[in-house]
């Protein structure tokens, strides 16, 4: 009966000739859950934890609803646990040469070549997503992770001198996310020396398998931690005592929010927010292949999230059709089928592209919908929306999986101004077959990922990160591993948290000043130094500076909000003129800064003097501002890299760009070299600049300001005077300043850390501590050239 | 083929305006490769329609009058009954699409294949193949001698000089190459061709054939070439009307695969026959 059945299939099949399933057997990933008797608890230290009296969640096939497993909620009492196993694995961990480290992370990438089945299936399973895409991309990927970081680890005490892992970092991962994602960040943490302590959604297994997987690797059992529990437990894990590192990828609210809660709680916080993409196709295209790019980047289960499309006006109608003609040829199903470009992602995901699409068609959009797709599931179509305009709230919003809006754009410069013109910064890429066409495109875009005539090509080698609000933090190549790196020595990050500080208060009012009389001595220089000359204070009001005497030293004005704005607004209109120029142009300029200083020693160390500095150091300090200037001046050069990636002709090039306006709040100490080695970086590395001096010694910054007027084109650098707190909350929650560099108190470090997720601005802060400004390792470390700088990586395939 | 295209002005805009990205169509070919498994029945009807769109291939300079029948007779029996009967199929004709031969043997396949009794059109490789490096002149003589002979269809080797230099000319099918190159059908070739094939008809309602030749050999390169032709083009391309696989051991390949699938066992070489 059988083959009969079989055989009128065949029969019918030779004249529809449709695809038909072709199932990859799960049977060893239900055969791996059995193991655990279909209940998950966390992996630590090196054994399962299952803690009694926890509530459970089912783990459930995202395609049929069959429960596969019940996988326990972590509470406080297990996060607790888990970092107290990263911390006690810790010492030993760090403490091993790198090649020793290197071979443990070869054992592991062995390991998952051995089970790559296993894993494969069981990330199919449970997440939905094509299983094509896991097996041919994902789990190569993850073993081409371990052995590029242990090769980074291997050369690490030579490579990495000078650097020391951060120590417990604890991964946040969000609710839908590849494994992969979980390994970019593991791999450069551990090859480091730090340990890991990662917070995964409930109900998924697949970073519990790995961490058996690892774990079963004696002798460092606890070196890698898994617990499954609610998102209300990341700003738990974030604040155990300990964690000096948190990793965070997930949606942007929850990305500020959490950079809210941590504001003071010591970690460092590295956050990768929203997964949108660009696609840019400009009218000499190979538009037949960015229609696969497309595919690639928004219908193929391998991008987490949905793709804004720019279309060139000329070559709107015929993409429209291509892409419309293959999105017929699609086919979604269930993820353990090796024929389907699309699984599903759970209900969620789903609601999340019904809601964006209904919306979008109520303001006004068209919507086309196709590919096949079963009808009784919870798969959402392929789907393209076009004609939405351009002011409404969802060509604002991000674009959700599995969707691609697509607008017209008329010039490369308007494509600029559209592609750039939202908050987001992740990835993008131009199809374009002129070169200087597509370099002018992929320079212009303010993204961390550009690739040229693909879309999604991924390396360990390569640096993966974004900017503005996609986040800060960067995964593969040399940019990963300084994650989970800070200058050796840096003291460990305590919780320096205020739990009294009103944020709403903050710096809000300004001290009103009062004439203390007249200035004794030659009077310093007056006013803010905005837009390359000095002007008065809106608020028209001054404040006195004493020496150390206590006498008067003299007035300076007292910059407000609206002296902010202006500084802020003349920087923007320095940056693309400083931007362009090249490093050695910068390089020279610098170099005639320090010939003036130079030439201004006397004046400057009485300065200083009158400020209780010895004259022996005031004119160390005069000195070592000279040479800070040169070193900045002379280091620039090296800049940007090209590298040689697998699957790849040609070059993949890492580029340095500038942050845009830094704002840049100089501490108390060392008031001059302080002043001059924060400035001088942030220069070279073609940032514009906004500078609050030293509260209580403003006036040798003003001293150098006066050079800068003559030296330095108008508003590239700009000095603000007045209220410490006050400029630091109104630099903090400006929405148009990239970068916040704060050397102050710890209030105001936790205070701008706080004000700083507005718009998720880059800031580093001293929490309170002073550095050591006339020490080479502080003053003018590697750290400020690599805090200067954003990396772009750039991918350029070759062939004819 | 029944109908000839009708033809259109020539436009070498079209041409001049055609952009191709190699790295990206190399992509391309290697995703297609991974992305469409075809399994199990599906499998066996679709290797069946693989045969159906064989041009059953000998271009060799000691092909006789006793080689070509026996390729003939593969050609009207190109799987074994039984297996066959097992799918049900045994009854629907299944038949290369033809037989190509050189146009001296031409004459030999006319009559092997009328006394096999069937109707299988006979290809006949022409114009100065493989090179095509002869007079105008003896080219079009040699076409006119094989229809004498009775080939129906003749695979016509373009004058690449005139295409290098960038003359063309229109055609009803297109072919990856001769067989007898260094590189011959490859898959990023053949997603530029196809390509090609679909904005023709998008401008013009004409479509044109594809032969992919030189090279397939495995009954899993055929799958990979119909999907190609699915994806690329649609179903409406997956006929011998319009694809053809030129091909001489594909056969025996597909014919192990399909006893494989109705019987459960890998065939040994004497347990199907030769053509």
């Known amino acids: 009966m059988a083959a009969t059945r079989t055989a009128s299939r065949a029969c019918e099949i030779f004249t529809t000739l449709e695809y038909g399933p072709a199932p990859e057997s799960h049977a060893c990933a239900l055969a791996w859950l059995d193991t655990q008797d279909r209940h998950l608890g966390h992996y630590v230290n090196g054994q399962w934890l299952k803690p009694e009296h926890r509530s459970s969640v089912p783990c459930q096939d995202p395609i049929t609803g069959e429960n596969l497993a019940s996988c326990l909620q972590a509470q406080s009492e297990d996060v607790a646990a888990a970092v107290e196993a990263a911390r006690a ?31 494969w299936t069981l990330e199919s399973l449970v997440t939905g997503r094509a299983v094509r895409e896991v097996r041919d991309r994902d789990v190569p990927l993850a073993q081409q992770l371990l052995q590029y970081h242990a090769v980074q680890a291997h050369t690490q005490e030579e490579a990495l001198a000078g650097w020391e892992p951060m120590g417990v970092v604890g991964l946040i991962l969000p609710p839908t996310f590849p494994f992969l994602d979980m390994m970019w960040r593991i791999c450069p943490a551990l090859a480091v020396g730090c340990t890991v302590v990662v917070l995964v959604p409930p109900a998924t297994p697949t970073p519990l398998l790995l961490a058996q997987l690892a774990g079963e690797l004696a002798p460092f059992p606890g070196i890698l931690n898994v617990i499954s529990g609610p998102d209300s437990l990341g700003p738990v894990l974030a604040a155990q005592p300990g964690v000096q590192k948190v990793a965070f990828c997930g949606a942007t609210e929850e990305g500020r929010a959490l950079r809210r809660t941590l504001a003071g709680w010591g970690p460092e916080l590295g956050l990768a927010l929203a997964a949108e993409s660009l696609l840019l196709l400009t009218e000499v295209a190979d538009v037949d292949s960015a229609v696969e790019g497309i595919v690639d980047a928004a219908w193929s289960d391998r991008s987490p999230g949905g793709l804004r499309l720019l279309i060139q006006e000329a070559v709107w109608d015929e993409t429209m059709r291509r892409l419309q003609e293959r999105m017929g040829r699609l086919r979604c199903g269930r993820g353990l089928d090796g024929a389907v470009d699309m699984g599903a992602r759970g209900a969620a995901a789903r609601d999340l592209a019904q809601r964006y699409v209904r919306e979008a068609q109520s303001q006004g959009a068209q919507v086309f919908q196709a590919g096949s797709v079963p009808s009784d599931s919870p798969f959402f179509p392929p789907t393209l929306v076009s004609d939405l305009p351009p002011a409404s709230p969802c060509a604002q919003a991000e674009v959700p999986w599995p969707l691609v809006v697509a607008s017209p754009f008329r010039t490369v410069k308007e494509a600029l101004a559209v592609a750039n013109g939202t908050p987001r910064g992740g990835s993008a890429s131009v199809w374009s077959e002129r070169l200087g066409q597509a370099l002018e495109l992929a320079y212009g875009l303010q993204v961390g990922t550009v690739w040229i005539n693909a879309h999604g090509l991924r390396d360990p080698a390569v ?12 995964h593969g190549g040399q940019d990963g591993l300084y994650e989970y790196l800070r200058p050796s020595g840096t003291p460990a990050w305590i919780p320096y948290l205020s739990k009294t500080l009103n944020y709403d208060a903050f ?23 905005v837009g390359g000359r000095f002007q008065a204070p809106g608020a028209r009001s001054s404040r006195p500076i004493r020496d150390s005497q206590g006498s008067l030293h003299g007035y300076v004005a007292e910059g407000g909000a609206k002296d902010i704005r202006g500084a802020v607004e003349a920087a923007h209109q320095a940056a693309p003129g400083w931007m362009s120029q090249s490093p050695a142009a910068r390089a020279a300029l610098l170099w005639a800064l320090a010939a003036a200083l130079q030439r201004r020693e006397p004046n400057l160390v009485s300065r200083l003097e009158r400020h209780g500095v010895e004259l022996k150091v005031a004119k160390v300090e005069v000195e070592l501002s000279v040479k800070r200037l040169r070193a900045w001046g002379a280091r620039v050069q090296a800049q940007g890299c090209a590298l040689q990636v697998a699957e790849l002709r040609g070059p993949v090039l890492q580029l340095r760009e500038p942050l845009g306006v830094l704002a840049i709040v100089c501490p108390d100490e060392w008031p001059l070299l302080a002043f001059v080695s924060l400035l001088a970086p942030a ?11 030293s509260g209580a010694c403003p006036i040798p910054a003003l001293e150098v300001c006066q050079e800068m007027a003559t030296l330095l084109p108008a508003g590239l650098v700009n000095v603000v005077t007045g209220d410490q707190d006050h400029l630091t909350r109104c630099l903090a929650l400006h929405q148009d300043i990239q970068a916040l560099w704060y050397f102050g108190s710890a209030q105001g470090s936790q205070f701008v850390e706080w004000a700083s997720a507005g718009n998720l601005k880059l800031v580093w802060v001293n929490r309170g501590c002073p550095r050591a400004w006339d020490q080479e390792a502080e003053g003018a470390g590697p750290e400020l050239g690599r805090r200067a700088a954003r990396t772009k990586a750039l991918w350029l395939p070759m062939g004819d | 083929m029944s109908a000839h295209q009708q033809g259109t ?8 305006k055609i952009q191709v990205n190699k790295p990206a169509v190399l992509r391309r070919a290697e995703q297609i490769q991974a992305r469409r498994p075809v399994k199990k029945e599906w499998q066996a009807a679709w290797l069946l329609k693989a045969v159906t769109c064989i041009d059953l291939t000998t271009l060799s300079g000691d092909d006789t009058a006793s080689n070509i029948q026996r390729l003939c007779y593969k050609a009207k029996y190109p799987i074994r009954e039984d297996l066959l009967k097992a799918l049900n199929m045994h009854d629907k004709g299944i038949t290369t699409a033809a037989v190509c031969v050189y146009p001296a043997r031409v004459c030999d396949a006319v009559k092997a294949l009328k006394a096999a009794g069937c109707d299988i059109p006979v290809a006949s490789v022409a114009t100065g193949f493989p090179a095509g490096q002869t007079h105008l002149k003896t080219r079009l003589e040699e076409i006119r001698l094989a229809v004498e002979d009775g080939a129906t269809e003749i695979d016509v080797v373009i004058n690449r000089t005139l295409v290098l230099t960038g003359q063309w000319k229109g055609s009803d099918f297109i072919k990856t190459s001769t067989g007898k190159e260094t590189v011959n059908a490859t898959f990023p070739v053949a997603i530029v061709m196809l390509r090609a094939i679909r904005d023709f008809f998008w401008k013009t309602g004409n479509k044109v054939g594809f032969k992919p030749a030189g090279g397939i050999r495995s009954a899993k390169d055929s799958l990979v070439w119909l999907s190609l032709i699915k994806e690329e083009l649609g179903d409406e391309w997956m006929k011998p009307e319009l694809f053809r696989i030129g091909a001489s051991t594909l056969l025996a390949d597909i014919e192990r695969q399909i006893y494989h699938h109705v019987t459960g066992r890998y065939a040994a070489y004497h347990d199907l026959p030769m053509s």
């Open chain 1, 89 to 119: 694995s810790l010492e030993n961990w760090s403490t091993q040469p790198g090649a020793f480290r290197a071979q443990h992370l070869t054992r592991l990438a062995k390991a998952i070549q051995k089970h790559q089945r296993l894993l």
């Open chain 1, 463 to 474: 640096p993966t990160g974004g900017c503005k609000e996609s986040g800060s933090s960067w």
């Open chain 1, 507 to 529: 710096g809000l009012a300004l001290p009103s000043t009062l004439p203390a009389g007249p200035e004794t001595g030659p009077a310093p220089p007056y006013g803010l130094f």
């Open chain 1, 683 to 693: 220069l070279v590395h073609g940032n514009t600049v906004v500078l609050v001096p």
């Open chain 2, 9 to 16: 002005e020539l436009d070498l805009s079209w041409i001049s």
